[in-house]
Every structure is written in structure tokens, then in C-alpha cells.
């Protein structure tokens, strides 16, 4: 499944134009497994340079990228969660999403209104911080309640969950993320039940001057604190870029001395921040397709991921890392180097690997 991004901030921090700088860039990319898209869920293809060798290599029919989701909101202000500025309906579509990005205002530019009046990144992401704090904490206390009922009957799972609510409701009062509680073995999924924003890790966005690619200070120090990650990008030089041929936009790119797309800068830290390794299938004539794991998963996760099917009726796998099967110039030349490997089901994945599940129908 794709993995789902929702983009926060307050209102004018760039979001919107983060958001269309995605989508332009994914409306390029020809190939994206999707049709229906909703206006504000930009769907964005994850390029790999590894999956273009890898498929020249093995002759595959074309490439199939993994995509990512970003989903845009309207700005929150304070107040949001008991509906200020519809927010809380805001709120309410990005809570399935994987992560949040959180957009930052940190540009100067005057003509651009303010809705507190002055740049102050801080108080900003103060601000939001404590609208997902108290949205989810009104979500909370409604959950416990039936929780609580189930949980009198007995129900284990019900009783371990209350027990998490009860502790998630003390963090959040005290003005803390869910994510500061853990999730209790014997009810693995009530953080997803809860549908919390606070339990999902967040990567800062800090829409700063154009031409800069500095994080400021201030933020950067934020996310350290939280254990998050943090990226610097204009907002709006991105959408203009994303306007461009890719010759024309590497040169805007040079005299502004901005190095790489921030765009490709916000995706790979999305993936770095969710943990996910990609993998590879490839074969003649077919489409070569990137997809995308939690690290530490195994070649029977990867199975699922590709299809259900394929998982249920697993046997056994080829792997080999992408640059032995370029290296060996395709998959006999790596059987005859003893490079293409058989594994079990319970084989780690590795960064890169590309796998041939075999399956029983
Ligand atoms: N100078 C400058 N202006 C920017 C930048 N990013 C956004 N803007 C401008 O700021 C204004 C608001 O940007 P949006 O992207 O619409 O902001 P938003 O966060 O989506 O705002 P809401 O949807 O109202 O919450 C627009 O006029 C943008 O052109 C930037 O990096 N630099
Ligand atoms: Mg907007």
C-alpha cells in the first residue's frame, strides 16, 4: 500500500504550494498506479536511480514507481480542534495518514500576510502542536468511554487499551504527544483505532527565503528535542521549478545555488523518517516496480506487500542485491556468478534487494 502523507501548519506557511509543487511533479512521471485522485491528495512517484539500472539491465517493459501520498489541509489556527476555521474537519482527513509534515513559515517576505502579524517559527509550531494535542485528546476521551464499556465485560484487548487511553489522556493534558506512550502487546492496534495525529512521527518543513537552504536554528533544535527530523525548502521557488523542463529547472537550480530538489530533499526524509527500505521486482518484458518496506521486515512481508496472494502461497525466494544483478548483467549471468540467492521466508530484506517470490497458486 502507498504510504500516506498529511501536510500541517498554519495558515499562508506554504503549504498549499508545497503541495502543488508535489503534484506537478507527479503528473509528469508517467506511470503511477492510480486514476482517481481527490483534489487535494497529490500522489507522488518515489524515483530511484537503482530501479532505471536495474531494469535496463534485465530488459524490463517499463517502470512502475512506488508512490507516496500528500495529503493537503487548510491551515489550523488556535482553536482549530473545537472546529475554529473547520479545522477539526481538516484534522479529521489526515488522520489515516503514516506521518505529518509540518509546514513552518520562515521566509521574510512582506508581501505575504501573516496571520499572527510577525514570523516566529516557534510560537508557530507551538501553535499546531497544541491544535493535534487537543484534537486528539477530545478523541480520546470519547473513545474511552466505549472502550471502557467493552473492557467491563472483560475483553482483554479492551482492558490493555483502556489502560493505554487512560495513560494517553494523563500525555496529552500535560500538553504531550501520544507518541511519548506505548502501545500495549495485547492491543497493538489502538494507536491506528484511536486514529491519533500525536502518535505519528513528524518531519518539520521550514519554508524559508528563496535561494537558502539553511534550516534555521530554532527548528532544527525543535526537532532534535522530539526525536524528528527537520528539512529547509522554498515552497514557492519548488512550485515554480516544478513549472519547468528538467534542463530548465536544473539551471534555475544552479544560479539560485540551491543543490538538489527539495522536493526529492522532503521524500527521501519522509522514507528515512517512516524507516522504510525499498526493494525491486524485474524481469524481461515485464514492468521493473519499486515498493517500499518497513526495515527489519522479511522476504514474507515483501510478498505482501506485492500481493496478497503471493504471500499466502509463499515458498521461497530469489534475492540479490541491485548492483550484483547490474554488476553480473542480468539474472543468468548472476546464477552462473552464485550471486542470485534462495531464501526463506524469514530472510531480512535489505535496502535495494530485488526479489522473484516463488508461490503456490
Ligand atoms: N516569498 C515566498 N512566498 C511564499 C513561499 N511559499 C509560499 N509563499 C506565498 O505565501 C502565500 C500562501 O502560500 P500557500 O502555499 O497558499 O499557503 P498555505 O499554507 O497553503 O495557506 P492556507 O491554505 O491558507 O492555510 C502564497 O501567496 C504563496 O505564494 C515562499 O517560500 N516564499
Ligand atoms: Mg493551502
Given at each position: 500500500m502507498s504510504t500516506r502523507i498529511g501536510i500541517v501548519g498554519m495558515p499562508n506557511a506554504g503549504k498549499s504550494s508545497l503541495f502543488n509543487a508535489l503534484t506537478k511533479a507527479g503528473a509528469e512521471a508517467a506511470n503511477y498506479p492510480f486514476t482517481t485522485i481527490e483534489p487535494n491528495v497529490a500522489v507522488v512517484p518515489v524515483r530511484d536511480e537503482r530501479l532505471e539500472q536495474v531494469a535496463q539491465t534485465v530488459g524490463a517493459s517499463e517502470i512502475v514507481w512506488d508512490?507516496?501520498?500528500?495529503?493537503?489541509?487548510?491551515?489550523?489556527?488556535?482553536?482549530a480542534?473545537?472546529?475554529?476555521?473547520?479545522?477539526?474537519?481538516?484534522?479529521?482527513?489526515?488522520?489515516?495518514?503514516?506521518a505529518i509534515v509540518h509546514v513552518v513559515r520562515a521566509?521574510?517576505?512582506?508581501?505575504?500576510?501573516?496571520?499572527?502579524?510577525?514570523?516566529?517559527?516557534?510560537?508557530d509550531i507551538e501553535t499546531i502542536e497544541t491544535e493535534l494535542v487537543l484534537a486528539d485528546l477530545e478523541q480520546a476521551e470519547r473513545r474511552i468511554e466505549r472502550v471502557a464499556r467493552q473492557a467491563r465485560s472483560g475483553d482483554r484487548a479492551a482492558v490493555a487499551e483502556e489502560a493505554w487511553l487512560t495513560?494517553?489522556?494523563?500525555?496529552?493534558?500535560?500538553?504531550?504527544?501520544?507518541?511519548?506512550?506505548?502501545?500495549?502487546?495485547?492491543?497493538?492496534?489502538?494507536?491506528?483505532?484511536?486514529?491519533?495525529?500525536?502518535?505519528?512521527?513528524?518531519?518539520?518543513v521550514a519554508n524559508v527565503d528563496e535561494g537558502s537552504e539553511e534550516l534555521p536554528a530554532e527548528i532544527a533544535a525543535h526537532?532534535?528535542?522530539?526525536?524528528?527530523?527537520?528539512?529547509?525548502?522554498?515552497?514557492?521557488?519548488?512550485?515554480?521549478?516544478?513549472?519547468?523542463?528538467?534542463?530548465?529547472?536544473?539551471?534555475?537550480?544552479?544560479?539560485?545555488?540551491?543543490?538538489?530538489?527539495?522536493?526529492?530533499?522532503?521524500?527521501?526524509?519522509?522514507?528515512t523518517?517512516?524507516?522504510?527500505?525499498?526493494?525491486?521486482?524485474?524481469?524481461?518484458?515485464?514492468?521493473?516496480?519499486?515498493?517500499?518496506?518497513?526495515?527489519?521486515?522479511?522476504?514474507?512481508?515483501?510478498?505482501?506487500?506485492?500481493?496478497?496472494?503471493?504471500?499466502?502461497?509463499?515458498?521461497?525466494?530469489?534475492?540479490?542485491?541491485?548492483?550484483?544483478?547490474?554488476?553480473?548483467?542480468?539474472?543468468?549471468?548472476a546464477r552462473e556468478k552464485g550471486t542470485l540467492r534462495l531464501e526463506g521466508r524469514d530472510y531480512v530484506m535489505a535496502d535495494g534487494d530485488v526479489i522473484n517470490v516463488k508461490f503456490t497458486p
Open positions: 508512490t507516496i501520498d500528500f495529503h493537503d489541509i487548510a491551515g489550523l489556527v488556535a482553536g480542534h473545537q472546529g475554529e476555521g473547520l479545522g477539526n474537519r481538516f484534522l479529521a482527513n489526515i488522520r489515516e495518514t503514516d521566509h521574510g517576505d512582506e508581501n505575504v500576510i501573516h496571520p499572527e502579524g510577525r514570523v516566529d517559527p516557534l510560537r495513560q494517553v489522556i494523563d500525555a496529552l493534558q500535560a500538553g504531550r504527544p501520544a507518541r511519548t506512550v506505548a502501545v500495549p502487546e495485547d492491543a497493538p492496534n489502538a494507536a491506528r483505532d484511536l486514529g491519533s495525529l500525536t502518535v505519528k512521527p513528524v518531519l518539520f526537532a532534535a528535542e522530539q526525536g524528528a527530523r527537520a528539512v529547509a525548502v522554498s515552497s514557492r521557488i519548488e512550485s515554480e521549478l516544478a513549472e519547468l523542463e528538467d534542463a530548465d529547472a536544473a539551471a534555475m537550480r544552479a544560479e539560485l545555488g540551491v543543490s538538489e530538489s527539495g522536493l526529492e530533499r522532503v521524500v527521501r526524509e519522509a522514507f523518517l517512516l524507516q522504510l527500505i525499498a526493494f525491486f521486482t524485474a524481469g524481461e518484458a515485464k514492468p521493473a516496480q519499486s515498493w517500499h518496506l518497513r526495515q527489519g521486515l522479511t522476504a514474507w512481508h515483501a510478498a505482501g506487500e506485492i500481493h496478497s496472494d503471493i504471500q499466502k502461497g509463499f515458498v521461497r525466494a530469489e534475492v540479490i542485491g541491485w548492483s550484483s544483478l547490474v554488476e553480473a548483467g542480468g539474472y543468468a549471468g
